[in-house]
């Protein structure tokens, strides 16, 4: 079983940057007749924010990256790691890591690579991150993530167009031996990673011909293989099962109870699904905020955006103790518990 605890790693601070470009789901032209109105208590987006051509997730987590470096005011020779978190790369090749580096002007004598992680990108990448710093060899670590759902998902398909959204977020991390535990449970199951896939433009499915072709799966579901598809009934279940048990099996772990945990931030998903999970695990709703509304998912930036967006102003101003849960692309799932004192948090980027 993949649990892991963290010694001698701080958060010191997270920034986010969305698109100024904002899209209303009340506007989307392939909802039929009421359908905003039936769809929207379930899925939770009122609206979402997408990139303007040309630009890229990358984009957005440099945005958030410069941001938080400057509020900081850490030297940018003094960073010894970058790990940007993301399906959506720049390119192919090189990583986005790499090119963030020259971008962000951060010292040559620096470990930079990316992570392809969806949904749970962001823990995922923190357990990674923060194992990499806790022998103090590595003094200081920007984690980034990118998601471009309005690149993944065809316009013409109503199930997943809708839902996701753009965005990037910065994570500073940060060698100190005075730092309270963090603790980590992760799971894979890849028997089942077709449950949410774009099929063609890897390795084992290249771009073809028929890449190209939009398919009609039913009324207002039209897509290519190069879009995402997404087998819902699935994923929901797969959710409602792994994610309970991974936040129990994590609270065991690092021997704390549900009412110590001050916030519960969960990969925004659905706001039914999410729901359903908060009711399973019997938690005070309030500890567990959403930032679907006004942004949907966000993929492996959900975490960290909703912690900017829905709870800068507790998380800027004093100790909070938080348990991340995600669950999703792979099939995968983590859960990870961490403390904060006085994170610095620039207020949401607009770009």
Same mark, same amino acid.
């Given at each position: 079983?993949?649990?892991?605890?963290?010694?001698?790693?701080?958060?010191?601070?997270?920034?986010?940057?969305? /698109?100024?470009?904002?899209?209303?789901?009340?506007? =989307?032209?392939?909802?039929?007749?009421?359908?905003?109105?039936?769809?929207?208590p379930?899925?939770?987006?009122?609206?979402?924010?997408?990139?303007k051509?040309?630009?890229?997730?990358?984009?957005?987590?440099?945005?958030?990256? $410069?941001?938080?470096?400057?509020?900081?005011?850490?030297?940018?020779?003094? *960073?010894?790691?970058?790990?940007?978190?993301? /399906?959506?790369?720049?390119?192919?090749?090189?990583?986005?890591?790499?090119?963030?580096?020259?971008?962000?002007?951060?010292?040559?004598?620096?470990m930079?690579?990316?992570?392809?992680?969806?949904?749970?990108?962001?823990?995922?990448?923190?357990?990674?991150?923060?194992?990499?710093?806790?022998?103090?060899?590595?003094?200081?670590?920007?984690?980034?993530?990118?998601?471009?759902?309005?690149?993944?998902?065809? =316009?013409?398909?109503?199930?997943?167009?809708?839902?996701?959204?753009?965005?990037?977020?910065?994570?500073?991390?940060?060698?100190d031996? $005075?730092?309270?535990?963090?603790?980590?449970?992760?799971?894979?199951?890849?028997? $089942?990673?077709?449950?949410i896939?774009?099929?063609?433009?890897?390795?084992?499915?290249?771009?073809?011909?028929?890449?190209?072709?939009?398919?009609?799966?039913?009324?207002?579901?039209?897509?290519?293989?190069?879009?995402?598809?997404?087998?819902?009934?699935?994923?929901?279940? =797969?959710?409602?099962?792994?994610?309970?048990?991974? %936040?129990?099996?994590?609270?065991?772990?690092?021997?704390?109870?549900?009412?110590? %945990?001050d916030?519960?931030?969960?990969?925004?998903?659905?706001?039914?699904? %999410?729901?359903? *999970?908060?009711?399973?695990?019997?938690?005070?709703a309030?500890?567990?905020?959403?930032?679907?509304?006004?942004?949907?998912?966000?993929?492996?930036?959900?975490? /960290?955006?909703?912690?900017?967006?829905?709870?800068?102003?507790?998380?800027?101003?004093?100790?909070?103790?938080n348990i991340?849960?995600? =669950?999703?692309?792979g099939?995968?799932?983590?859960?990870?518990?961490?403390?904060?004192?006085?994170?610095?948090?620039?207020?949401?980027?607009?770009?």
């Open positions: 079983m993949a649990l892991m605890n963290v010694e001698n790693v701080s958060i010191r601070g997270i920034a986010a940057c969305v /698109p100024s470009q904002s899209e209303e789901n009340n506007s =989307f032209p392939y909802f039929d007749e009421n359908e905003f109105e039936r769809m929207i379930t899925i939770g987006v009122e609206r979402r924010r997408t990139l051509k040309g630009q890229t997730c990358g984009d957005l987590a440099y945005e958030a990256a $410069n941001k938080l470096l400057k509020e900081l005011g850490w030297d940018r020779n003094s *960073i010894d790691l970058l790990v940007f978190c993301s /399906p959506d790369r720049d390119y192919i090749i090189p990583d986005t890591a790499c090119v963030l580096q020259g971008r962000l002007g951060l010292s040559k004598n620096i930079a690579f990316d992570m392809t992680l969806g949904c749970t990108g962001w823990v995922y990448s923190m357990t990674t991150v923060c194992s990499l710093l806790s022998s103090g060899c590595l003094k200081r670590a920007l984690l980034l993530t990118g998601n471009m759902g309005s690149y993944e998902c065809a =316009f013409t398909d109503k199930t997943a167009y809708p839902l996701f959204s753009d965005s990037g977020t910065a994570t500073a991390l940060e060698y031996c $005075n730092a309270p535990q963090m603790f980590c449970h992760l799971g894979t199951d890849g028997l $089942n990673y077709k449950d896939i774009i099929q063609d433009g890897g390795a084992r499915n290249g771009v073809n011909e028929d890449s190209l072709k939009f398919v009609e799966y039913g009324l207002n579901i039209k897509r290519t293989r190069l879009h995402m598809e997404m087998n819902g009934m699935n994923v929901f279940s =797969f959710a409602l099962k792994v994610a309970p048990k991974t %936040v129990d099996c994590l609270l065991e772990f690092c021997k704390k109870t549900k009412d110590e %945990v916030n519960y931030f969960f990969h925004q998903a659905n706001l039914y699904m %999410v729901n359903k *999970i908060i009711k399973k695990l019997h938690l005070d309030s500890k567990a905020p959403f930032s679907l509304r006004n942004f949907g998912n966000t993929g492996a930036s959900s975490i /960290p955006l909703t912690m900017v967006t829905e709870r800068s102003d507790s998380l800027r101003n004093g100790l909070a103790k991340g849960c995600s =669950f999703g692309v099939l995968s799932w983590a859960s990870i518990y961490y403390e904060t004192n006085n994170l610095t948090i620039p207020d949401l980027i607009e770009f």
